[in-house]
């Protein structure tokens, strides 16, 4: 092959790649033309929903994390099982734990009468996060959209430890989230979101001292109560803030996976900082939010927008 020939064959491989680069890219403006009410359709029913049931901004929030971690943002945690096929609902980490899913369904049905056939469910579920956080009076962020659905879900990968649990060592957790392209710094921040929201007493591991307060609402035998239910965050569970760091340098973690992050490691420093600024605070889980929501999208040609978010559009 000739010179000519060989900057040629380099020419268009580096096309090719960056065409294959750029389909991948989510894109803020997405839909502000294919659907340009999606936005304040989305809106309006995680302000019912939430307005309905204050924890629910918190179920929405915990549903994104879990379907972005299990093989990326695609939806797949949305698809219900049926008599032949296994989703990822009954995995481990979400069996009687994740929930909100009629309320996505909700958005989706009313989002599909102003646009049908146009917006994916892994992009309600993103939008419906964000809106979720910033009606609790947590930070705002740009959501990048673009994502499509995936036709299937895996029940085996839900189960394979990708999602940490709430025994997770500090190292642990990081090692989890880095394989997500997730820093440190990062998994401290998302971390945060347990400022709303509320735990079954089955998870809970906490400081012995701060265990003793909490015996009326988490009783010590076992089963004795283990789906009664624990704020995250003992001060202002309600509102997205920078209290649950607080409670961490206090020893007033609930979860052993939050208080294992200000326990004389290398989370400490940050979790201080995040303590005295919550502005900080703010922008970091932004910003990590943002990252979470860029885990392996299919774009392009890859997936389908379903018409039901519990169901692939082949079983429709």
């Known amino acids: 092959m000739g ?3 060989c900057l040629l064959a380099v020419a268009l491989l580096l096309v090719v790649a960056f065409a294959g680069k750029s389909s991948a890219q989510l894109s803020t403006n997405f839909y502000s033309k294919s659907c340009p009410k999606l936005l304040t359709t989305v809106r309006s029913a995680v302000k019912s929903a939430v307005s309905r049931e204050r924890r629910m901004a918190a179920s929405l929030l915990r549903l994104h994390f879990h379907d972005c971690f299990v093989n990326g943002c695609d939806g797949s945690i949305l698809l219900d099982d049926t008599p032949t096929f296994t989703g990822e609902q009954t995995a481990r980490p979400n069996n009687r734990s994740v929930r909100g899913f009629e309320v996505i369904d909700d958005i989706k049905s009313k989002v599909e009468k102003v646009c049908p056939g146009i917006v994916s469910c892994a992009d309600i579920l993103a939008i419906a996060a964000r809106d979720s956080t910033v009606l609790v009076k947590g930070p705002n962020w740009k959501v990048r959209l673009g994502r499509r659905d995936s036709k299937t879900a895996s029940l085996a990968a839900a189960n394979s430890g990708v999602i940490p649990p709430p025994t997770a060592t500090l190292n642990e957790l990081i090692t989890r989230f880095q394989a997500r392209g997730l820093s440190a710094k990062d998994m401290v921040a998302l971390s ?8 079954r007493c089955v998870t809970t591991n906490i400081n012995s001292n701060f265990a003793r307060t909490r015996q009326e609402r988490c009783p010590s035998a076992a089963n004795s109560g283990d789906d009664r239910l624990a704020p995250l965050d003992v001060k202002t569970a309600a509102f997205f803030d920078n209290k649950y760091y607080k409670n961490l340098v206090k020893q007033k973690g609930l979860l052993h996976s939050d208080q294992i992050l200000f326990d004389g490691g290398s989370a400490d420093s940050l979790v201080r900082s995040y303590s005295k ?30 018409k039901k978010c519990g169901r692939p559009n082949s079983s429709s």
């Open 192 to 199: 945060g979101s347990h400022t709303i929201g509320q735990a």
């Open 277 to 306: 600024n919550p502005k900080a605070f703010a922008a970091d889980f932004a910003a990590a939010m943002i990252k979470m929501g860029n885990i392996d999208p299919l774009t392009g040609s890859q997936g389908e927008i379903r």
């Open 3 to 5: 010179a000519h020939s």
